[in-house]
């Protein structure tokens, strides 16, 4: 497993300086559809209760293909798989991954495919046909997001629905921001800043297309149980705010993710079987086998955050926001605990930044029970990498005195975070 432990960077090009991608070609078994339910006397079909239903979703065309691949394998063999009659569980995953790792020319056409066990106790992937998804779909995009969970809305009547999002991630960033921040900070070509914020990759010749954040939002046509973002740099509050009306609890990471991200041999048992602990068990497991390596390899930061729970936080930084605007606005970034590498500087611990900014007794009081509140779980080693880990509150954020005025005016129109928080005015 150690050989598979590199870093989830933001782009092919930092990615290949660091790891070999290996690439493994996958396999989709076309099958049965669903067993049909008996017709009731009254010529309805019933309907499962308590049926819990599972989406992984990889947009993989990107320089993570080879690692996403085996998180699918790892899914598949892993040690728990539903079967396929009318009352089991579900589990599906949608993927969009390249022919060959490295070429983001030719077309692959993306798959939803449905895991079960047979009557023989063998794993099968079944691909399932879903209307609107084509060879040349791409996978990051909200309209692919919506009519995938559309079709499993509709396919998959169930009590429960989660979703897995694997690929790349630069949190609440506008798209294209974290690669090229002097397009929009006046070094560069303005007009090619999209303002977006970037979730998932697919990298078709050089052009990159990622998920706009509220994009996203929009796109969900249920109410998640769970959203695992297996993704780097998304555990900010900003993130977690703008998701808090499709989703009940979200875990995700606030530094990056080394490749080989969540442990998916768990993964089904956890969020399908239950009892099992659900997205707070799975980030447990996530941080516990990075926690068991060595050397660099023990690197990550996790939360699982409860974003129903989420206005007591977001009153009490209101109003600290407001109290020591002027202090937040000026504030030395290098003694504040940092989430980034390089010179990507956008991502803070937010207790961190209030600590700093001089809070009274009383204040940090309010803080923390807001903070215990909504976080229901968090976890950090040591150190991510070269950078040591010496207080997490499991939510990063974005510190004003440590941006471009670009940012800080983009951040003021279009961050929800800062509609409710006035932290940029």
Same mark, same amino acid.
């Given at each position: 497993?150690?050989?598979?432990?590199?870093?989830?960077?933001?782009?092919?090009?930092?990615?290949?300086?660091?790891?070999?991608?290996?690439?493994?070609?996958?396999?989709?078994?076309?099958?049965?559809?669903?067993?049909?339910?008996?017709?009731?006397?009254?010529?309805?079909?019933?309907?499962?209760?308590?049926?819990?239903?599972?989406?992984?979703?990889?947009?993989?065309?990107?320089?993570?293909?080879?690692?996403?691949?085996?998180?699918?394998?790892?899914?598949?063999?892993?040690?728990?798989?539903?079967?396929?009659?009318?009352?089991?569980?579900?589990?599906?995953?949608?993927?969009?991954?390249?022919?060959?790792?490295?070429?983001?020319?030719?077309?692959?056409?993306?798959?939803?495919?449905?895991?079960?066990?047979?009557?023989?106790?063998?794993?099968?992937?079944?691909?399932?046909?879903?209307?609107?998804?084509?060879?040349?779909?791409?996978?990051?995009?909200?309209?692919?997001?919506?009519?995938?969970?559309?079709?499993?809305?509709?396919?998959?009547?169930?009590?429960?629905?989660?979703?897995?999002?694997?690929?790349?991630?630069?949190?609440?960033?506008?798209?294209?921001?974290?690669?090229?921040?002097?397009?929009?900070?006046?070094?560069?070509?303005?007009?090619?800043?999209?303002?977006?914020?970037?979730?998932?990759?697919?990298?078709?010749?050089?052009?990159?297309?990622?998920?706009?954040?509220?994009?996203?939002?929009?796109?969900?046509?249920?109410?998640?149980?769970?959203?695992?973002?297996?993704?780097?740099?998304?555990?900010?509050?900003?993130?977690?705010?703008?998701?808090?009306?499709?989703?009940?609890?979200?875990?995700?990471?606030?530094?990056?993710?080394?490749?080989?991200?969540?442990?998916?041999?768990?993964?089904?048992?956890?969020?399908?079987?239950?009892? +099992?602990?659900?997205?707070?068990? $799975? =980030? !447990? @497991?996530?941080?516990?086998? %990075?926690?068991?390596? #060595?050397?660099?390899?023990? &690197?990550?930061?996790?939360?699982?955050?409860?974003?129903?729970?989420?206005?007591?936080?977001?009153?009490?930084?209101?109003?600290?926001?407001?109290?020591?605007?002027?202090?937040?606005?000026?504030?030395?970034?290098?003694?504040?605990?940092?989430?980034?590498?390089?010179?990507?500087?956008?991502?803070?611990?937010?207790?961190?930044?209030?600590?700093?900014?001089?809070?009274?007794?009383? +204040?940090?009081?309010?803080?923390? $029970? =807001? !903070? @215990?509140?909504?976080?229901? %779980?968090?976890?950090? #080693?040591?150190?991510?990498? &070269?950078?040591?880990?010496?207080?997490?509150?499991?939510?990063?954020?974005?510190?004003?005195?440590?941006?471009?005025?670009?940012?800080?005016?983009?951040?003021?129109?279009?961050?929800?975070?800062?509609?409710?928080?006035?932290?940029?005015?």
């Amino acid at each position: 497993m150690s050989g598979r432990f590199a870093y989830r960077l933001l782009t092919a090009a930092l990615l290949l300086l660091t790891l070999g991608v290996s690439c493994r070609k996958e396999e989709f078994r076309t099958g049965d559809q669903e067993d049909q339910p008996r017709t009731s006397h009254a010529g309805r079909i019933p309907q499962p209760r308590n049926r819990r239903v599972m989406l992984l979703y990889s947009a993989g065309y990107n320089s993570l293909s080879g690692y996403l691949r085996d998180d699918i394998d790892d899914l598949t063999n892993g040690d728990f798989i539903p079967g396929k009659h009318i009352g089991d569980n579900v589990l599906l995953v949608f993927s969009r991954l390249p022919v060959y790792a490295g070429n983001y020319t030719t077309p692959s056409a993306p798959a939803l495919f449905r895991i079960y066990k047979d009557g023989a106790g063998k794993a099968v992937r079944d691909t399932l046909d879903v209307p609107g998804i084509g060879p040349e779909t791409i996978a990051s995009s909200a309209e692919t997001v919506n009519t995938v969970l559309s079709f499993v809305k509709s396919a998959f009547p169930g009590s429960t629905y989660g979703m897995v999002v694997s690929s790349h991630g630069t949190g609440w960033l506008p798209e294209g921001y974290f690669t090229n921040p002097e397009n929009y900070d006046g070094s560069g070509d303005i007009w090619a800043a999209p303002e977006k914020r970037s979730l998932g990759q697919d990298l078709v010749g050089k052009v990159s297309h990622e998920i706009d954040l509220k994009d996203l939002r929009n796109a969900i046509p249920m109410r998640l149980n769970y959203l695992i973002l297996d993704v780097c740099l998304m555990g900010g509050v900003e993130v977690a705010w703008e998701l808090r009306e499709v989703v009940d609890t979200i875990a995700f990471t606030q530094t990056e993710t080394l490749a080989y991200g969540f442990d998916y041999e768990k993964m089904a048992r956890r969020l399908l079987v239950p009892g +099992e602990g659900g997205a707070t068990r $799975a =980030a !447990m @497991d996530y941080f516990e086998q %990075y926690d068991s390596q #060595t050397g660099q390899s023990r &690197s990550a930061t996790v939360s699982v955050v409860d974003l129903q729970q989420m206005d007591p936080l977001a009153e009490v930084c209101r109003d600290l926001f407001e109290k020591y605007r002027d202090v937040i606005a000026t504030m030395n970034p290098a003694p504040v605990q940092r989430y980034y590498r390089y010179d990507k500087h956008w991502f803070y611990d937010l207790e961190d930044i209030l600590l700093r900014a001089g809070i009274d007794d009383e +204040e940090q009081a309010k803080l923390k $029970a =807001a !903070m @215990d509140q909504c976080i229901i %779980y968090k976890a950090a #080693t040591p150190y991510f990498l &070269s950078i040591p880990i010496t207080h997490f509150s499991g939510l990063s954020m974005f510190l004003p005195s440590n941006g471009s005025d670009y940012l800080k005016g983009w951040y003021r129109e279009n961050v929800s975070w800062n509609e409710a928080t006035a932290l940029v005015k």
